[in-house]
């Protein structure tokens, strides 16, 4: 999966639980009708993907979703997502925003000249 955008927001690289798992979030806003602000995790490795890139660049980000299942001390389940982010891509500045290409002027139709209002008409409507 891929979420297109603009870097709204780019973390530090944080060591999270005992210390040994790296973790770095990305904030990627869509250019649609609604935009909408995505997080993504970087982790372990993957964070360094983000270093030569700052707030404000259009990019690609591939993404898994990834969900997980946690028991609570009182024993009531709850599930979490979150998406991971594998890979970043700059993507061009005309290509964020999907255009088609302009469409060549039709020809106008000559006005018909053979009417007969007496005529059946085929159409249903």
Wanted: hydrophobic content about 40%.
């Amino acid at each position: 999966m891929e979420v297109t955008g603009k870097i709204k927001m780019l973390g530090d690289a944080k060591n999270v639980g005992s210390g040994s798992f790296l973790k770095r979030e990305l904030v990627v806003t869509t250019e649609e009708q609604y935009p909408q602000h995505i997080l993504v995790e970087f982790v372990q490795d993957k964070c360094d993907l983000l270093n030569s890139f700052k707030v404000g660049e259009a990019v690609k980000v591939s993404i898994n979703l990834r969900g997980r299942e946690w028991v609570d001390p009182q024993g009531v389940t709850k599930y979490f997502n979150a998406i991971q982010g594998w890979r970043v891509d700059r993507v061009a500045a005309e290509a964020t925003s999907a255009q088609m290409p302009p469409m060549p002027a039709a020809e106008a139709f000559a006005p018909a000249t053979n009417l007969n209002e007496d005529e059946a008409d085929d159409l249903p409507f």
